[in-house]
């Protein structure tokens, strides 16, 4: 069949048209498609630029070990910062308030060392009433005008002490030389399934414990901050930066650290339970301050109360001193009593020996209780008292037991209430004496080591023979969870010579358990 010329020729066109058609079709196709390739690559090119300055989150599990909850934590890197701009600016005021205090006169020093016999409560000679420090007139009332005028600025310091309110976290302090050991506190911290952040105050950190916290302890949501960077006065000041030598790291990590609610941990110490509760039970809901107590009896000179202007406390044989290597802090209740244990501390070389006497381990630690006490401000200490590690004399391998403040709590009221008794009434372990440095595992097995020059190695335990009390005490082994959590951090994936030693002595001390 054949068209006429006309239609032969339209149908001509109608072809034309609808190839020109399906052409612009396929090069808008093709247009559209470059344009969104070219949006992809830049996209992917600002996600990555933005990541390479934020850093990304990552999620790392902690593997699990015997008594262990694993757990998983993030972290966002860089950890290692310093202050913000309203903790500068409170830090400006407060060592302003401090320097315009300072007492007059030598460093208060006892005259003679207390014997043991008489502020221990099973001495001979044990007594409540010690009294052995004189002062010239000229310093006392030096020492009782300025602590008068320092008090009175925490009127205007206090309520504007710096936190995140109702924010928990735990705050731990360490020297350079202790940063493994902190690194074990934090281990425990996460084997015992705590999920509470870390702040970690850090004196004068090498570029290498830099670079730790930005790695390692970063995975386990530790936050590790430079004493030094918050301690910068103003250039306008008539004062120095202040250089702190041991005790008064405690107090002023407390002051900058961000959280309102504070474990705070001596880098020696750890929970052997998990310790999150215990902000929303009591006694901390009612006081806002929990410490634990030394073993010994309290020595605090009769002449600081005259020069705090308060009310000495009664004594019994039952009253202890206080240990602050443990403490519950809740900064917006005790801004005041924080910032006078800052100010006792500031003036250790006063005040150290006015709360001590000569005693044994004099330094910060009645400063926290007494900073509560002068200004009537509630806090418990733990009834309990405090146990050594092992049985016998204080010694190589000893250490202190905490009690669980809930239960002491419980245990001291009229009327008891009856509750499911735990495994153990312990919560914490302070390893005072032994020192369980993460980095310098060897070093430790060289003190310990009962082996002599050319025989091979014979290894114990560094608890001894006691371990099976510390099994009662803990609930579990916790000498042998210590020894696994350092070596999964250190030596999980190492085939070094030193590692093989420690593996060596896990297997020979504990492989019998496994």
């Given at each position: 069949m054949?068209?006429?010329?006309?239609?032969s020729?339209s149908?001509?066109?109608a072809?034309?048209?609808a190839s020109?058609?399906?052409l612009v079709?396929?090069?808008?196709?093709?247009?559209?498609?470059?344009?969104a390739?070219?949006?992809?690559i830049f996209?992917s090119d600002?996600?990555y630029t933005y990541?390479?300055?934020t850093a990304?989150?990552?999620?790392?599990?902690?593997?699990?070990s015997?008594?262990?909850?694993?757990s998983?934590?993030?972290a966002?890197?860089?950890?290692?910062?310093?202050?913000?701009?309203?903790v500068a600016?409170?830090?400006?005021?407060?060592s302003?308030?401090?320097?315009k205090?300072?007492?007059?006169g030598?460093?208060i020093v006892?005259?003679?060392?207390?014997d043991p016999?008489?502020?221990?409560p099973?001495g001979s000679?044990a007594?409540?009433d010690?009294?052995?420090?004189?002062l010239?007139?000229?310093q006392?009332?030096s020492?009782?005008q300025?602590?008068h005028?320092?008090v009175?600025?925490l009127?205007y310091?206090?309520?504007d002490?710096?936190?995140?309110p109702?924010?928990?976290g735990?705050?731990?302090?360490a020297?350079?030389a202790?940063?493994?050991?902190?690194a074990?506190?934090?281990?425990?911290l996460?084997?015992?399934g705590?999920k509470?952040?870390?702040?970690l105050f850090?004196d004068?950190?090498s570029?290498?414990e830099?670079?730790?916290?930005n790695?390692?302890?970063a995975?386990?949501?530790v936050?590790?901050?430079?004493m030094?960077?918050f301690l910068?006065?103003?250039?306008?000041?008539n004062?120095s930066?202040?250089?702190?030598?041991?005790?008064?790291f405690?107090a002023?990590?407390l002051?900058?650290?961000?959280?309102?609610n504070?474990l705070f941990l001596d880098?020696?110490?750890f929970p052997?339970?998990k310790?999150d509760y215990?902000f929303?039970v009591?006694?901390?809901?009612?006081?806002?301050?929990?410490?634990?107590?030394d073993?010994?009896?309290?020595t605090?000179s009769?002449?600081?109360y005259e020069i705090?202007?308060a009310?000495?406390p009664?004594?019994?044989m039952k009253?202890r001193?206080?240990?602050?290597?443990?403490?519950?802090?809740?900064?917006?209740r005790?801004?005041d009593?924080l910032l006078?244990?800052?100010?006792y501390n500031?003036?250790g070389?006063?005040?150290?020996?006015?709360?001590?006497q000569?005693?044994w381990?004099s330094g910060d630690?009645?400063?926290f209780?007494?900073?509560a006490?002068v200004l009537?401000n509630?806090?418990?200490q733990?009834?309990?008292?405090?146990?050594?590690?092992t049985s016998g004399?204080?010694?190589y391998g000893?250490?202190?037991?905490?009690a669980?403040?809930?239960?002491d709590?419980?245990?001291n009221?009229?009327?008891?209430?009856?509750r499911?008794?735990?495994?153990?009434t312990?919560?914490?372990?302070?390893?005072?004496?032994v020192k369980?440095?993460?980095?310098?595992?060897?070093?430790l097995?060289?003190e310990?080591s009962?082996?002599?020059e050319g025989e091979e190695?014979?290894?114990?335990?560094?608890?001894?023979p006691?371990y099976?009390?510390v099994?009662?005490k803990?609930g579990?082994?916790?000498?042998k969870?210590i020894?696994?959590e350092?070596?999964?951090a250190?030596?999980?994936?190492?085939?070094l010579?030193?590692?093989?030693r420690?593996?060596?002595?896990?297997d020979?001390?504990?492989?019998q358990?496994?």
């Open positions: 054949f068209l006429p010329l006309e239609d020729k149908a001509a066109w072809n034309v048209l020109r058609r399906h079709k396929i090069t808008a196709i093709l247009i559209a498609t470059i344009f390739l070219s949006l992809w996209s600002l996600s990541q390479r300055i990304p989150k990552f999620k790392p599990e902690l593997s699990s015997s008594n262990a909850t694993t998983t934590y993030e966002e890197s860089p950890q290692f910062t310093g202050p913000t701009s309203q600016d409170f830090w400006s005021r407060l302003n308030e401090l320097y205090a300072e007492p007059k030598d460093e006892s005259p003679r060392s207390l016999e008489q502020f221990s099973q000679k007594q409540i010690i009294d052995v420090l004189e010239p007139t000229e006392f009332e020492l009782k300025t602590h005028d320092y009175q600025s009127r310091l206090a309520p002490l710096p936190f995140v109702d924010t928990r735990v705050v731990i302090t020297s350079g202790n940063f493994g050991i902190a074990t506190a934090v281990l425990m996460r084997h015992v705590s509470l952040p870390v702040q850090l004068s950190a570029e290498y830099r670079k730790l916290c790695t390692s302890l995975a386990l949501d936050q590790c901050l430079n030094d960077d910068h006065v103003p250039k306008s000041a004062y930066t202040p250089h702190f030598e041991k005790f008064e405690k002023f990590a002051i900058f650290s961000s959280f309102q504070i880098s020696d110490a052997i339970r310790p215990l929303d009591e006694p901390y809901k009612s006081h806002g301050l929990v410490t634990w107590p073993f010994w009896l309290p605090i009769p002449l600081f705090a202007e009310q000495m009664n004594r019994t009253s001193a206080s240990e602050s290597g443990i403490m519950l802090y809740d900064k917006a005790h801004a009593s006078l244990a800052a100010y500031f003036y070389k006063y005040y150290y020996q006015l709360h001590s000569g005693a381990g630690k009645e400063t209780t007494q900073g006490v009537g509630p806090f418990w733990v009834k309990q008292n405090a146990m050594m590690l004399e204080i010694h000893s250490g202190i037991w905490q669980d403040p809930e239960i709590w419980k245990s009221q009229k009327k008891p209430a009856k499911e008794i735990p495994i153990t312990t919560m914490f372990a302070h390893l005072n004496r369980f440095d993460t980095r310098r595992l060897n070093a097995l060289d310990i009962e082996t002599k190695e014979e290894w114990s335990r560094i608890w001894g006691d099976n009390l099994v009662k803990a579990y082994d916790l000498e969870v020894w696994e350092a070596i999964k250190n030596c999980d994936h190492s085939l010579d030193e590692c093989e420690i593996r060596n002595y896990y020979a001390v504990f492989g358990d496994a």
